[in-house]
């Protein structure tokens, strides 16, 4: 149990500090979060709804209790990097770079699965 708690726990904060990283310039309205988003074809109102959405998301992952809100968090995250990647992917084409975001996705899913297994011991 220990171990498992332990390895939930770096996952998800390491997990949750990226997306949180990732959303801060989208809430500030940071210039190049601007011209970057802007680059890939979104308008400037939905640069501050993904950073307050992915922000949430964040809180939603790290308070304890309420499994499914932290089911339907994780769900919009990944959606986020999906759509992110794909973005990316679509605009400027497949860019080694682009690999990076596989780490966002591998902390994602360390978080989720661990999360399931806590959950699952504690029952």
Not at 45 to 66: E, R
Not at 77 to 83: A, E, M, N, T, V
Not at 92 to 109: A, C, D, K, M, Y
């Amino acid at each position: 149990m220990k171990k498992t708690n332990l390895l939930y726990w770096i996952f998800t904060a390491l997990f949750s500090a990226a997306m949180l990283f990732s959303a801060i310039p989208d809430i500030m309205m940071v210039p190049e979060a601007i011209t970057f988003m802007n680059h890939l074809g979104y308008p400037s109102y939905f640069i501050l709804f993904i950073g307050v959405a992915k922000t949430l998301g964040v809180v939603a992952i790290l308070i304890p209790g309420f499994p499914r809100i932290r089911e339907w968090a994780y769900a919009g995250l990944f959606y986020d990097l999906i759509g992110a990647t794909y973005s990316v992917i679509a605009v400027e084409g497949l860019q080694p770079q682009t690999s990076f975001i596989l780490v966002f996705f591998g902390l994602g899913l360390g978080s989720y699965l661990y999360n399931r297994k806590v959950n699952a011991e504690s029952h």
